[in-house]
């Protein structure tokens, strides 16, 4: 069995699929951290365009990258039969970010989905967890879509998302396992969002997405592995100087 290092350790670039296209991955260099693409269903491209932003939609969109967030540790984990030091991340939706999130969006009109993360809680082997994760990723996909954010909303609630990313880092010491490896898939799933707005017919929008995109590549490349045991040592100033950039490029959107 492949260790978790050996496909999560030094990622450089990962992309999600586009338009009825499957997930793509692009070049990897010797050494880099390789992303599971497999894990992940291909996406549809839905930009809504416009500067207007809802401040709702983001805080939804926001949480909703949580739960991919949660979901991608746990599919990493489980293919080498680990899990985080207090126990699956897969338990982490529903608990820490579904109560927050439902209420809203109901009222967005998206539905319910509580009973897919049980389902993924609750299953019992590899396939049963790889299926009742598809389900529930589907249900996050169509939720994100349903919402109809602008692609002001989408850049702002990738900020949020590396706003998230450097909470869970500690500035003044070691940062605890679980804390570490949320912050770490926090900016690997923004980088994945970072290659839709990059296809955006807005010059100015796709420029700052691939500005983005590079700066994110920067600082996920300077991460020790997430596959630890023990507190990880790691300045998280690459990723407050990344929000600050990212807050600047959205600023001017």
């Known amino acids: 069995m492949h260790s978790l290092g050996s496909f999560v350790s030094r990622c450089k670039f990962m992309a ?6 499957a997930t793509l ?4 260099t010797a050494g880099a951290q390789v992303y599971r693409s497999d894990l992940l269903l291909p996406r549809t491209v839905i930009l809504a365009e416009g500067a207007v932003s809802n401040p709702e ?6 949480g909703l990258a949580s739960i991919e967030r949660d ?3 746990g599919m990493l984990f489980l293919q080498d039969g680990l899990t985080s030091t207090i126990g699956s991340h897969f338990t982490h939706p529903r608990v820490e970010t579904w109560p927050g999130l439902k209420d809203g969006l109901v009222a967005a009109g998206v539905a319910d989905f509580e009973n897919l993360l049980i389902a993924v809680e609750q299953a019992t082997d590899k396939d049963a967890v790889t299926k009742a994760y598809t389900e529930a990723n ?5 939720a994100q879509a349903a919402l109809h954010g602008s692609e002001k909303d989408q850049v702002l609630a990738m900020v949020e998302g590396v706003r998230n990313a450097l909470a869970r880092f500690n500035a003044a010491g070691p940062t605890e396992v679980v804390n570490y490896q949320d912050g770490w898939a926090g900016l690997m799933i ?14 100015a929008v796709a ?7 590079m700066a994110l590549d920067n600082v996920i490349l300077s991460m020790p592995d997430p596959a630890v045991t023990e507190p990880v040592t ?3 100033a690459p990723v407050a100087d990344l929000l600050a950039q990212m807050e600047s490029m959205a600023g001017s959107l």
């Not at 939609?57 to 926001?62: K, Q």
């Open 16 to 21: 999600f699929g586009v338009a009825g296209a």
């Open 25 to 28: 991955m692009l070049p990897i």
């Open 57 to 62: 939609t983001v805080r939804l969109l926001a």
């Open 71 to 73: 979901m991608m540790l």
């Open 138 to 142: 589907t249900a996050v996909l169509l």
């Open 190 to 203: 923004e980088r994945g969002k970072v290659d839709l707005l990059m296809q955006s017919a807005d010059p």
């Open 207 to 213: 420029k700052s997405a691939t500005d983005m995109a």
């Open 234 to 236: 790691f300045d998280p």
